[in-house]
């Protein structure tokens, strides 16, 4: 099976990677598509990739793999949404905008939304399997266990805080918060890591980079993947962020502020002023414990580290049942788009 690791935004890399480990167990051959936007982010420049659509026409694969929106109707290839978070409640979330094939769902809430859509479009089948990217709870939670006894250490901390808002204008706390992180920061039983989304205002992660830069125990972490500093985490600061859910479902304590999600199992506020009691009322009482349950069944009930092997199974089973498409039929506004992101194709499609 062919397959290509179709990247448009640099969160991706993390959640293909397990795929691509896959790929090569078992032998299949695969390349990246990576935009030239965020070539410079790329960690696996070993492997086969490419920013030349073209390239992926010859290629000619069997499958496409994609944690974005939207993938090129005119490749060949079956072409498999596996999703970029967990947030349901975000706009555009479960919209079906005709690009894929195959919905490769996290778990039964997500599973029976798009078997609701896939009724009523009638153009696409879903497959349960889990999210990739949380293969690493189910293989090696302890991980980074080292890194952060040496990071509490450092500080002479007690507790690692993690900082991880959304980027989207209309629901991010970044503009609201950046006084209370640095008050909580007073507290050097504390480490803070702030790690925002790759979509950020500028202007926002230039103002918490600043803060960073001017108190000790407040980091800015650049790294890409967020996995790493989710294992190591005591608890979570955020708002209307799927990184709420994969923070949970480690069975540890999260605050949001104005979160929209309409089933909240966690603190939430809609005050901006009371960061330090909530801190403190989470870590110690941690009252939501229980109520997690719900999110670990419905939103990821997988804990075996093999969702990327059951994407990537699911996927060749499918292509045996059903061939693989040589191309994908859409309406002329829908083919305008995919010309406006990707150009048109090279051959007659």
């Not at 050097?188 to 500028?202: E, G």
């Not at 992660?205 to 993947?225: F, M, Q, R, V």
């Not at 804990?303 to 040589?326: F, N, W």
Request: hydrophobic residues 35%; proline residues 5%.
């Amino acid at each position: 099976m062919k397959s290509i690791l179709f990247c448009e935004n640099n969160y991706a890399f993390g959640i293909l990677d397990p795929i691509k480990q896959v790929l090569i167990e078992k032998g299949y051959d695969y390349i990246w598509y990576v935009t030239k936007k965020i070539i410079k982010d790329f960690p696996y420049s070993s492997d086969n990739y490419t920013s030349q659509i073209s390239e992926l026409e010859t290629f000619n694969a069997d499958a496409i793999f994609v944690p974005g929106n939207a993938v090129p109707y005119y490749l060949r290839g079956l072409k498999v949404q596996v999703f970029h978070g967990m947030a349901g409640e975000k706009k555009g979330h479960f919209r079906i905008r005709q690009y894929f094939d195959l919905y490769l769902t996290q778990g039964p809430y997500f599973t029976n939304k798009f078997n609701e859509l896939r009724d009523k479009h009638k153009d696409f089948d879903v497959i349960e399997t889990g999210w990739p990217k949380l293969d690493i709870y189910g293989i090696d939670k302890s991980k980074y266990i080292d890194y952060k006894k040496e990071l509490l250490k450092e500080f002479g901390a007690k507790k690692v805080i993690l900082y991880a808002p959304t980027f989207s204008p209309k629901l991010t706390s970044a503009p609201f918060l950046l006084k209370e992180i640095k008050a909580l920061a007073k507290n050097q039983d504390y480490v803070i890591l702030l790690k925002f989304h790759p979509l950020m205002a500028p202007e926002w992660i230039e103002k918490y980079k600043i803060l960073a830069d001017s108190i000790p125990n407040i980091y800015y972490k650049e790294e890409k993947n967020i996995v790493k500093f989710l294992l190591i985490a005591d608890i979570l600061i955020s708002d209307t962020s799927s990184v709420v859910y994969e923070f949970m479902l480690l069975d540890k304590p999260v605050i949001t502020f104005n979160s929209i999600s309409q089933h909240i199992y966690w603190e939430n506020t809609k005050s901006f002023n009371d960061l330090i009691p909530l801190i403190d009322k989470n870590l110690n009482k941690d009252p939501f414990a229980k109520s997690r349950e719900y999110i670990c069944k419905q939103y990821h009930p997988y804990s075996d580290g093999k969702s990327a092997l059951r994407m990537v199974d699911a996927t060749r089973g499918y292509i045996e049942q059903h061939g693989v498409p040589e191309k994908r039929k859409l309406s002329f506004l829908r083919r305008m788009k995919i010309h406006s992101l990707f150009g048109k194709p090279s051959k007659s499609s």
